[in-house]
Nanobody
């Protein structure tokens, strides 16, 4: 059974940091790009980042550029999203996904982890 499991979410104060992890099981993650998505209540889903299968290429939404960094450790079958300088508007459910490429279709979707940024 192929699945992605996110972890690392939680409650953090504005200006703080969190690192999300995306662990794959049942398949080889290095065959896929990893997309990070978020959805806040009442808002549309937003793709915040994507990292290529090799890790050589990354892209970010304007809203997080300069604050978030995507990385991956293919030996551990895991992707990461380092989130710094967090703002209340970053509060959302964060999901990772295995994509055929960063511009390709979504193959596997993770169950999500909640990030809450609040004083």
């Amino acid at each position: 059974q192929s699945q992605l499991v996110e972890s690392g979410g939680g409650l953090v104060q504005p200006g703080g940091s969190l690192r999300l992890s995306c662990a794959a099981s049942g398949f080889t993650l290095d065959e896929y790009a990893i997309g990070w998505f978020r959805q806040a209540p009442g808002k549309e889903r937003e793709r915040v980042s994507c990292i290529s299968s090799s890790g050589s290429s990354t892209s970010y939404a304007v809203s997080v550029k300069g604050r978030f960094t995507a990385s991956r450790d293919n030996a551990k079958n895991t992707g990461y999203l380092q989130m710094n300088s967090l703002k209340p508007e970053d509060t959302a459910e964060y999901h990772c996904a295995a994509l055929m490429t960063c511009s390709g279709y979504l193959r596997i979707w993770g169950q999500g982890t909640l990030v809450t940024v609040s004083p």
